[in-house]
């Protein structure tokens, strides 16, 4: 995943593009429909999704669940279940794949700070 690896904005998608890009499989559309999510969708719908994809056959997609748990606390901590988030990325904290534990790792300490952080208000 590393090889070649850049920025790139995720394209804006409708919920209805986010949807088919879901029922496509593919790891890649996936996990761009998952970051473009965090964009226009609501944060327990976000969640949803990524603990539908955190299995994914594809590293890609399990990587951008990674991300995408990480970003997901950060932005939206106060409107999510936040244990849920962090069982989901402590689980991906275990990935096969190197790249994504490495994710996971970073999204956890997203985790644990926006917990942190609702204990605190």
Do not use: N
């Not at 904005?9 to 998952?34: V, Y």
């Amino acid at each position: 995943m590393s090889d070649g690896l850049k920025y790139e904005q995720p394209p804006r998608m409708s919920r209805r593009e986010i949807e088919e890009a879901f029922l496509s499989g593919d790891g890649d559309r996936i996990g761009s429909a998952l970051i473009s999510a965090l964009y226009t969708e609501d944060g327990a719908s976000i969640l949803d999704w990524c603990l539908r994809f955190i299995d994914h056959q594809q590293v890609v997609a399990r990587y951008s669940v990674a991300l995408v748990l990480g970003s997901l606390a950060i932005l939206s901590g106060d409107e999510i279940d936040l244990p849920k988030c962090r069982e989901a990325v402590e689980q991906l904290c275990r990935d096969p794949d190197e790249e994504v534990r490495t994710a996971a790792r970073d999204a956890l300490a997203d985790v644990l700070r926006s917990i942190e952080l609702q204990g605190a208000s």
